[in-house]
């Protein structure tokens, strides 16, 4: 059996933090600076009160609206989020409740980061082609702005918040957009599980506030309650595995470069992106960047760019396209999609 | 609704239904053989007998037999 | 195309606390009254310095050895944990990387507790048919005890630390135990998410140490801080749940109650287990019900019980066993397997 993205939604918290008033709180980072190195002008900042069930819920209610979807016809709802309302219970039990669907759904939270909605298509299309689920929804939702530290000036650069919502179902759905779902191929490195992380937090919860790391000029490094990356670590990983990823994803889709109409990676910041684009061989006009408004999402920048594709781009029946996700864990996934 | 047949299906939840005495004046979580697993099987059966959800603090408002057989009565009467 | 379950370990951590143990940290409290309806004697507790990781890392060590696995034939890794090393990077990651599998391995964790190993096995049946992979390793690992406050009685009766492995493939194994996977049904009703929950954590996480709320006797009642169980919500949840999803399970395999050998719940708590069992009308021979030396371990009762029956040698050829898990969500679900 067969699994088919019927639709795709997103929603974006309303409150914005543009270029201009970072660069009033960060004086030397210029807001010229800030787009010329990142290609990010603006990004979504969730509300104080804003939790990722309440993210989710939008972006499920804007898909059931926008794709016309019986809400009682959902039977499993996977969230992908590193953001959670709660270690436990788990936030996808919550988004059932709160949207009022069917006590017979399924609902569990995946935990991934920029890889996560690879993942979350392949466990969705596991579940449609086994007959546990008709009609699964993939939400991703990820509040990055509240784990990232008031002084860490290029992780507030770069992340943005945003939630959104995918239909997968074991039928194609012509009227909306709709595109088979085909191979996957995986791989994780977590020798470099410290590169992007959180480190007092899980298990490893001391509740007492951490301390700030400052460097010799009194610039902020890092805080153990807020999230770390370590970007050198983190490009080096993509520049060198992921021209591999898309190889090896358009083999296990016995398919090439020139069969594929367009690549959507994980949208992690505009300069990284050009820079891997060309080691992989892609054609700039194949290759869909969508994230100047809103910044590094998360395991919410593959979905929310495939929706603004679907929109923008004159997609056509027949065509394929890659998706890429790489990022924290370390992890990477990428699948072919074909529209129907 | 039968006493009787109340004390009775009290009763049954303890670990010891044939050792203990209930009556309507018994303050029943004071028996040595009651605990909470007891109060939840009793919460269950006043769902199955009487088709009535007892909140769990209205179930502890009711310290004895008759306190409850009357809270059941009166949420069977609405 | 079938999914198999080809083998289960599980892994402890060193450190037991026993009844006697609670009885002198508790003198007050008639610890064998309460543990001997509950039906527990002993628990697993990880240390301070063992996480989540390691208990995984172990249970996979042990399935590895234990049925001759190779490595690098693993290709797909799935941790159900509701107590991740952290909330980012998924501790699938970094066990992909301690045990030494192939980088070619995909890992994911999931976020489930009672019901985790069913939706885990679900999963992994999902990925095989769809080939996007052939040998699953699927753990789950839970060190709760880290999140039960030292006055918390009951609780620390009820709960241990553990972690297990699963091996999942799309061929039966002749030479260990080998059960083929059927059909599942699945369940969620998130208005009790609050009847089993650590509030200050992850999303709603305040730095502060919260306070603890005490009865008029100054027994604990709770602290946001740590695990709270409302036990009569989840008690009524599941006495009249159970024997519907019990139903539904059989239903949707198209078997009736006298078709299945033995039904493995997870094993919360002995009496609330041989509760549902009466009221599902199964014989207590056909119901596994054990939890005296390791307490209600989350995600890992059901597999454990796999063990046991397996070490015992109680599965024989030809059985049809019926999984199924629930509580924190609050979730349900269960699956039939079939050797």
């Known amino acids: 059996m067969e699994a088919f993205i019927n639709g795709i939604s997103y929603y974006l918290p309303e409150k914005v933090l543009d270029n201009s008033t970072l660069s009033s709180m960060f004086p030397e980072w210029s807001v010229e600076k800030i787009a010329q190195k990142t290609g990010i002008l603006s990004r979504h900042i969730a509300d104080d009160n804003e939790s990722s069930s309440d993210m989710a819920l939008k972006a499920l209610e804007k898909l059931i609206k926008e794709c016309g979807i019986d809400k009682q016809s959902i039977d499993y709802l996977i969230l992908c989020t590193q953001t959670p309302d709660y270690m436990l219970p788990t936030t996808a039990c919550i988004i059932q409740n709160k949207a009022s669907i069917s006590k017979n759904c399924g609902a569990i939270d995946i935990n991934l980061g920029c890889s996560g909605y690879v993942y979350g298509l392949g466990l969705a299309k596991g579940l449609v082609s086994t007959g546990q689920a008709k009609n699964v929804v993939l939400i991703t939702s990820e509040m990055y702005s509240k784990i990232i530290h008031p002084k860490d000036k290029s992780n507030r650069t770069i992340f943005g918040d945003g939630a959104s919502a995918t239909l997968i179902t074991s039928q194609p759905n012509t009227e909306f957009f709709t595109a088979k779902i085909k191979n996957f191929k995986y791989g994780t490195d977590g020798s470099g599980y410290e590169h992007l992380i959180v480190k007092n937090s899980g298990v490893n919860t001391n509740r007492e506030n951490q301390k700030d790391l400052y460097d010799e000029e009194d610039n902020f490094i890092s805080n153990d309650d807020y999230l770390f990356m370590n970007g050198k670590e983190i490009f080096n990983f993509t520049a060198f595995e992921i021209p591999k990823l898309v190889l090896s994803t358009l083999e296990v889709n016995s398919t090439n470069l020139s069969e594929i109409a367009m690549v959507i990676f994980h949208q992690a910041n505009a300069f990284m992106l050009d820079f891997i684009r060309k080691r992989c061989g892609i054609d700039a006009d194949k290759f869909f960047v969508s994230m100047s408004d809103i910044g590094n999402t998360v395991s919410s920048t593959i979905p929310i760019a495939l929706s603004r594709a679907i929109k923008e781009k004159n997609l056509q029946r027949n065509q394929q396209l890659m998706l890429c996700g790489f990022g924290v864990g370390l992890s990477m996934g990428g699948v072919v999609i074909e529209i129907c | 609704m039968e006493k009787e047949i109340f004390i009775s299906n009290v009763k049954q939840q303890f670990m010891d239904p044939e050792e203990i005495v209930l009556e309507m004046s018994t303050e029943f979580r004071q028996l040595d053989s009651y605990d909470s697993l007891t109060g939840m099987t009793i919460m269950v059966m006043i769902k199955d007998e009487y088709g009535i959800d007892i909140p769990e603090s209205d179930y502890r408002a009711s310290k004895t037999i008759q306190e409850l057989y009357d809270y059941v009565l009166e949420k069977k009467g609405k | ?339």
């Open chain 3, 1 to 339: 195309m079938d999914a198999y379950i080809n083998g289960v370990s599980y892994y402890l951590p060193e450190k037991v606390l026993t009844n006697h143990d609670l009885q002198n940290i508790y003198p007050n409290w008639e610890v064998d009254k309460v543990t001997s309806r509950i039906g527990v004697q002993k628990r697993y507790v990880a240390s301070e310095s063992e996480f989540t990781s390691d208990l995984a890392i172990g249970a996979v060590n042990k399935l590895l050895n234990d049925y001759n696995i190779e490595k690098s034939s693993i290709d797909y890794l799935i941790i159900c944990s509701q107590t991740p090393d952290y909330l980012l990077p998924a501790t699938a990651c970094i066990v992909q990387d301690k045990v030494g599998l192939p980088k070619s391995c995909g890992a994911v964790d999931l976020n489930l507790g009672c019901s985790g190993y069913i939706y885990g096995l679900g999963f992994a049946k999902g990925l095989l048919f769809s080939g996007q992979a052939k040998n699953i390793i699927f753990v789950t690992s839970e060190t709760l005890t880290k999140f039960i406050h030292p006055e918390d009685k009951s609780n620390r009766a009820l709960f241990g630390d553990a972690a297990t492995a699963t091996f999942i493939t799309i061929n039966p194994n002749k030479e260990f135990f080998s059960a083929k996977i059927k059909s599942f049904k699945y369940g969620t009703d998130g208005s009790g998410y609050d009847k089993l929950i650590i509030k200050n954590s992850a999303g709603h996480l305040i730095k502060k140490q919260s306070e603890s709320f005490l009865d008029e006797e100054g027994n604990f009642i709770l602290n946001d801080d740590y695990l709270y169980m409302n036990g009569t919500e989840i008690f009524n949840f599941t006495a009249f749940e159970i024997p519907k999803l019990i139903k539904d399970i059989l239903e949707v395999n198209s078997v009736v109650i006298d078709d299945i050998t033995m039904t493995v719940l997870h094993q919360a708590n002995s009496f609330m287990l041989d509760f549902i069992r009466k009221r599902s009308g199964i014989h207590s021979d056909k119901m596994f019900i054990d939890l005296i030396d390791t307490g209600n371990t989350l995600s890992s009762t059901i597999p454990i019980a796999l063990c046991k029956l397996i070490e015992n040698n109680n599965i024989k050829e030809n059985n049809k066993i019926l999984l199924s898990g629930f509580g924190v969500g609050l979730s349900m679900a269960g699956v039939i397997i079939e050797n």
